[in-house]
Nanobody, 122 residues
Framework: QVQLAESGGGLVQPGDSLRLSCADS????????MGWFRQAPGKEREFVAT????????NYADSVKGRFTISRDNAKNTVYLQINSLKPEDTAVYYC???????????????WGQGTQVTVSS
């Protein structure tokens, strides 16, 4: 069973960097591809990034390419989202999610964390 918990969010200034973490307290983390999604105030949740089970393959939303990096450490049962050059429009609740194969489609993810708030403001 996958049990996900995000951390690392907070209030940051434009241009800052942040690393979000998502830890799985279960024992099957390496069996799952992982994704990051975000939901800004008043908007629908959107895809951010995904990574395959071994970390070999990654894919990003066009809006975050070049600034966001997804990675994972299967020995630590953790997936990360490095966010650089933060912008006010990055303000959102960030969620990690797990599924059997990597992908961008939200409805295909069956396991979700509770989310972590990222607020970018001067």
């Amino acid at each position: 069973q996958v049990q996900l918990a995000e951390s690392g969010g907070g209030l940051v200034q434009p241009g800052d960097s942040l690393r979000l973490s998502c830890a799985d307290s279960g024992r099957t983390f390496s069996n799952y591809a992982m994704g990051w999604f975000r939901q800004a105030p008043g908007k629908e949740r959107e895809f951010v990034a995904t990574i395959s089970r071994t970390g070999t393959f990654t894919n990003y939303a066009d809006s975050v390419k070049g600034r966001f990096t997804i990675s994972r450490d299967n020995a630590k049962n953790t997936v990360y989202l490095q966010i650089n050059s933060l912008k006010p429009e990055d303000t959102a609740v960030y969620y990690c999610a797990a599924k059997s194969t990597w992908g961008r489609i939200e409805s295909e993810y069956g396991h979700w964390g509770q989310g972590t708030q990222v607020t970018v403001s001067s």
